[in-house]
Each structure stands twice: as structure tokens, then as C-alpha cells.
């Protein structure tokens, strides 16, 4: 699913390589909720949205002091001190591989991803759909793989199909507005 939302990073990506900047992390009024938090190889994100998944959460990582620890007890101190609460949440899983933290926070009943780059994303791999890239010829150059439209209606597999060149629908797109 996080595969398919960024579609603009993968059509920038695909061509040329380039790795768009990551942007913003965590909402304003939860934490953690879509939180980043480093591990032993990479990142995760981390959502406790429920006052019940907290404690849930700071079990599963060997840490259960943090539900009872006033700067974090409730949402509106986690939300306060999140640079803190991030630090304590990456002090219990900076040992763990993203995978490792990813089955243990599933396991215990809280939202967590592995964040991937784009060159580790795999299709039929730890949940990316083995179809979501299609291939999409270019007007000039070999064809690419993009990922396809993130639903599919009445079971249709998705398709790829061609780029159009630079210009090409002008003449047909002004002939229907100035129509």
C-alpha cells in the first residue's frame, strides 16, 4: 500500500534514478503516530494511536516503564516530549532490525512499517503486491517499470501502457476547450 501512494516519486525515480527527500514525519496532536524511529539497518514507522496501544507498544519493545513514565503516560505528554519519546522508543528497538520490529509491534498489536527505500521495494515482497509495477514505454528510451493505479475494478489486472511524447494531445486538448 505505502508503495503505491507516492506515484509522482516513482515516476521521477524509475527514469532517472533520482531519490526524491523524505518530508515530515508524525501528526500534530498524537504521538507516536506515523513516527519514525530508527532501528539496527534502517527505519520504521510507528503509529500508537490508542491510548491502549501505548503500553502494548512499550511491552513488545522490553520497555513497559515508558507507559507508566509521566512524560508519556498520557497523549498530550507523549505529543509534548515526542523528541524524547522517539529517543526511548529507538533506545528499544536500535538492536532490532526493521523487519525483527515490524513482526514483534504486528504481533503485539501496533501499527508499524518498514520504511524501504525505492531500490528495496519488491513486488510480492513483505506485502507490496506482486503487480503493482507496470511497464510504460517511453517516446524515446527503453520502457520502465511504474507502479500501476493503486485499486482495480471488477478484478482487472493492472496495465501498463505508453507515454505520450512532449505536445503530443496539444492540438486535441485546445481543440476541446476553445471548442
Request: overall charge negative.
Amino acid at each position: 500500500v505505502a508503495a503505491e501512494a507516492p506515484a509522482n516519486a516513482w515516476a521521477e525515480y524509475r527514469p532517472n534514478g533520482k531519490v526524491p527527500m523524505r518530508c515530515g514525519n508524525g501528526q500534530p496532536h498524537t504521538a507516536p503516530a506515523a513516527d519514525l524511529v530508527e532501528t539496527a539497518d534502517g527505519l520504521v514507522v510507528v503509529s500508537a494511536y490508542t491510548q491502549d496501544h501505548f503500553p502494548r507498544l512499550c511491552a513488545a519493545i522490553g520497555q513497559p516503564e515508558l507507559a507508566s513514565d509521566p512524560r508519556f503516560a498520557e497523549n498530550t505528554g507523549r505529543v509534548a516530549n515526542r523528541a524524547e519519546l522517539r529517543a526511548a522508543l529507538a533506545k528499544g528497538m536500535g538492536h532490532l532490525s526493521s523487519e525483527a520490529v515490524a513482526e514483534l509491534l504486528t504481533q503485539a498489536g501496533v501499527v508499524v512499517g518498514t520504511v524501504r527505500t525505492m531500490a528495496e521495494v519488491r513486488p510480492g515482497v513483505a506485502g507490496v503486491a506482486a503487480d503493482l509495477f507496470v511497464p510504460v514505454q517511453r517516446p524515446q528510451g527503453e520502457p520502465i517499470s511504474l507502479p500501476g493505479l493503486p485499486f482495480r475494478l471488477d478484478g482487472e489486472p493492472r496495465r501498463g501502457s505508453r507515454l505520450p511524447s512532449v505536445g503530443e494531445h496539444t492540438d486535441e486538448v485546445l481543440a476541446t476547450w476553445l471548442a
